[in-house]
């Protein structure tokens, strides 16, 4: 297995441990945001990345998301 892989598997399950213990009054509102990148499929470790830039970068973000995936 390629060590890089390894080591995003292995984020992806410690994002989504913490996102399963953390309270949802904690989450608040990105929790909305998390189930509709999960829904895009994207993985808890992009999820967690794109929660910390600004709704700006995210809205670009997205943009070349879609731009990729035509």
Known sequence: ???NTDI???LDAIALLLLKLLPKETL???QDKILFFSSLGYSNT???KLLL???NQVKSLLHLGKKKNQ
Do not use: F, L, S, V
């Open 46 to 48: 992009e999820i967690a």
């Open 53 to 55: 830039k600004t709704p």
């Open 8 to 10: 995003t598997k292995r």
């Open 1 to 3: 297995m390629n060590e």
């Open 28 to 30: 608040g509102p990105d």
